[in-house]
Nanobody, 119 residues
Framework: QVQLVESGGGLVQAGGSLRLSCAASGSIFSINAMGWYRQAPGKQRESVAQIIGGGSSTYADSVKGRFTISRLYAKNTVYLQMSSLKPEDTAVYYC?????????????WGQGTQVTVSS
């Protein structure tokens, strides 16, 4: 089994910054991709940023230029640096990982961390 533990959420004023962290642990052969999704009240979960094994990353149009995803391979950790935050960034942020385990390729989710941006 694989566990994803997130940290770093909180309350921040518009224009502020936060950094989210997500550490993976457990029966991991390799991590093929890690990333962040978010879900605001009454809305569907959406992809925010993803980083694949080779290091390339993709971003939702709504966060390009404001958010940066990075990964520390030695610690199976992914970060999301969020700057110039807007009230519409308020959501629960979920870490996601695509992991090769003894059972094959599997998808895992973190428990979510709340990010609230006040105007």
């Amino acid at each position: 089994q694989v566990q994803l533990v997130e940290s770093g959420g909180g309350l921040v004023q518009a224009g502020g910054s936060l950094r989210l962290s997500c550490a993976a642990s457990g029966s991991i052969f390799s991590i093929n991709a890690m990333g962040w999704y978010r879900q605001a009240p009454g809305k569907q979960r959406e992809s925010v940023a993803q980083i694949i094994g080779g290091g390339s990353s993709t971003y939702a149009d709504s966060v390009k230029g404001r958010f940066t995803i990075s990964r520390l391979y030695a610690k199976n950790t992914v970060y999301l640096q969020m700057s110039s935050l807007k009230p519409e960034d308020t959501a629960v942020y979920y870490c996601n990982a695509v992991v090769t385990t003894p059972g094959g390729q599997e998808y895992f989710w973190g428990q979510g961390t709340q990010v609230t941006v006040s105007s």
